[in-house]
């Protein structure tokens, strides 16, 4: 399909930003699929199209199995290292499915990135001095908006990046049951043909420790139900992502409305927040539960946040949070435990 003009005017602005390489493209700290595979897509078009070289570079963990898979499996080109301390030896740095200011990424403050590609919620103001920023709240996935300059450029992706995109799209959306437009499924339908079925099922049946087990079964016990609503405080959690996985979890019970799970991490306190489809917007939640110096963001059904504890104390900050949530939920008392 022909790009319109629009589209042609977007790249040729993208091209430009982006200047005579190596572009330093970065994401958020303890990246998903969708950020990973973003990552990815944004080199390959900057290769195959101009002849521009970059360097994808990561902070953080990647320690879910599913997503360490995808790294090892279809997006090894990803490095794991601290940010440079001299950026003179790049042409553009990048960021992918996060933006300056977001609190989610390493990117110093007093540093302007020259492009930003991203899909969450809210625009932030850091956003006003960066000379290329393509941010779709309304988009499933950061991939689907990757997907068009792929298709602008006319690049044809191996089956690797198709799988990784696939993959970024499905978990961020839910199979599509979240936060989609038309592009999410025409994107996901187009790459069904593309993609490696053998790799898709390593990433999807990734092998899982017994930490894994026993942290699940500690946060359903911790869990609590009100009529509408569930609250999961998970303590000292082994991976950032795990009140991400259980709030995944939790938000299928059938009389949930809305999820908030927290845990501990490296001195963060972690937490993502998930609602039903005609239920609150999780985006516009998360900001009202999680104040300043404390970071969030999201969009539709799910979103996500993080509080460096500094010296704060962890108890007292988690029943604030937990108060606000059930608070705005509409929420009293105590509720019940799963058992």
């Known amino acids: 399909m022909a790009a319109n003009s629009s589209e042609q005017n977007r ?32 080199a390959t078009l900057l290769q195959s199209a101009w002849n521009v070289p970059s360097q994808l570079l990561y902070q953080g963990l990647v320690l879910r199995a599913e997503n360490r898979a995808l790294l090892n499996l279809l997006t090894p080109e990803w490095q794991y290292g601290s940010m440079p301390a001299d950026l003179s030896g790049y042409s553009a740095v990048a960021l992918v499915d996060t933006q300056p200011g977001a609190g989610n990424n390493r990117l110093p403050e007093n540093i302007i990135p020259q492009i930003v590609i991203d899909h969450h ?34 690049i044809d992706i191996d089956s690797d990046l198709a799988t990784a995109m696939f993959y970024g799209l499905k978990t961020d959306t839910r199979g599509l049951s979240r936060g989609t437009t038309a592009a999410d499924i025409s994107l996901y339908l187009g790459l069904l043909e593309q993609i490696d079925h053998s790799k898709l099922v390593q990433i999807e049946q990734a092998g899982l420790p017994q930490e894994y087990f026993q942290a699940f079964s500690r946060g359903l016990q911790a869990a609590r139900i009100h009529e509408h609503s569930i609250v999961a405080n998970l303590g000292f959690v082994h991976y950032p992502d795990l009140p991400a996985e259980m709030a995944d979890l939790l938000i299928r019970m059938d009389k949930a409305r809305a999820v908030l799970c927290l845990g501990i991490h490296d001195q963060k306190l972690y937490l993502s927040i998930r609602t039903k489809p005609m239920s609150r917007d999780a985006g516009l939640l998360v900001q009202e539960i999680v104040i300043p110096p404390g970071k969030a963001g999201g969009h539709g059904t799910m979103a996500g946040g993080q509080i460096a504890l500094a010296g704060q104390d962890a108890g007292r900050l988690e029943n604030e949070i937990i108060g606000r949530f059930l608070q705005l939920m509409g929420e009293k008392g105590a509720g019940e435990s799963l058992s």
């Open 11 to 42: 790249l040729e602005q993208l091209r430009e930003t982006a200047g005579a390489g190596p572009v330093l493209i970065l994401t958020h700290a303890n990246p998903d699929p969708d950020a990973l595979a973003s990552g990815k897509a944004l």
């Open 121 to 154: 919620h809210p625009l932030r103001d850091a956003l006003i001095p960066v000379p290329f920023a393509d941010v779709q709240p309304e988009k499933g996935a950061a991939v689907t908006l990757l997907a068009t300059y792929l298709e602008a450029a006319g």
